[in-house]
């Protein structure tokens, strides 16, 4: 299963954290449950763009999923009684949501890459 837009993965947050969910808690964070927890990631910032489809994946979007979809997690590890485990990533987690869309997209809104080649250089 995978998230509903696809702006990031579970390998892309656990990647970030590095905690292997599923060690923690196999029933907790499934891969299912995850997915649902990033897609929540992912309206927040389709709502901050004010869409509601599938946007180009910028960097600024990428990085916003993942850091919300971490925090979104971190709850839940906290919840378990696991300490220490985002200490590399406290800083971020711990900022707001609004806060992380505004670092992350206010640069993005409005904006989709532009494909350029060595013949459009001239």
């Known amino acids: ?3 509903t837009y696809e702006y990031c993965a579970l390998a892309d947050v656990e990647a970030f954290t590095g ?4 060690t923690l808690h196999a029933t907790k964070f499934t891969a299912a449950l ?8 992912e309206r927040m910032i389709n709502a901050y763009l004010g869409v509601t489809v ?8 990428i990085s916003a999923a993942i ?7 971190h709850g839940a ?10 200490e590399h990533a406290a800083e971020l987690i711990d900022m707001s949501v609004p806060a ?5 997209l206010t640069t ?5 890459a532009i494909p350029m080649s060595a013949g459009d250089l001239s």
Not at 67 to 73: D, F, G, Q, V
Not at 77 to 86: A, I, K, R, T
């Open 100 to 104: 992380i869309l505004r670092m992350f």
């Open 19 to 22: 905690i292997d969910y599923s």
């Open 34 to 41: 995850i997915d649902a927890k990033i897609t929540i990631a």
């Open 108 to 112: 993005d809104i409005g904006v989709d």
């Open 77 to 86: 590890v906290l919840e378990l009684g696991v300490h220490g485990e985002l």
């Open 54 to 61: 599938a946007q180009t994946k910028t960097d600024g979007i």
């Open 67 to 73: 850091i919300i979809s971490a925090k979104i997690l």
């Open 1 to 3: 299963m995978v998230s």
